[in-house]
Every structure is written in C-alpha cells, then in structure tokens.
C-alpha cells in the first residue's frame, strides 16, 4: 500500500498513516520502522507499507526497496 503519514512522535514511535487510495487511517505498528531505512518520520512524507493482522502500519519503505530490487536496509 502507499500513503502518507499524518501524524508521527518519534519519543514514543506512535503515528498515523493515510492511505492514498481510499484515505483510510492506520496506526503505526510497533516494529513499522525495524528493517526500514528510516530512523524518524515527518508529516507529509509518503511511504510504501504492508498491514499486519491487526490492521496496522508495517515495513515501511520509500518503495526503491521493492520496486527496484534493492535489499531492505538491516537493524
């Protein structure tokens, strides 16, 4: 999926991001940012992510990690 966050507080990792295709939101996961290239969010940035069985944001990425091969950067 891909979407934008609205919303993130790097103290506690807790956020929202918004989907592109029906605006829907979705909380972050607790592990959203574990094996991501990103350390820190910021409003307005978009992302590509997957949702877990609870229906909330994970692995999130730019989309150069799937679209393009490239391997997913390793905590």
Do not use: C, K, W
């Amino acid at each position: 999926m891909q979407g934008v966050i609205r919303v993130y507080d790097p103290a506690t990792g807790e956020g929202v991001v918004v989907t592109d295709t029906d605006r829907s939101e979705h909380l972050l996961a607790p592990d959203a940012l574990e094996g991501s290239i990103f350390r820190t969010l910021r409003q307005g940035q978009r992302v590509v992510f997957d949702l877990d069985g609870q229906g909330r944001a994970t692995h999130l990425g730019t989309g150069a990690e799937r679209d393009m091969g490239t391997p997913a950067a390793r905590v």
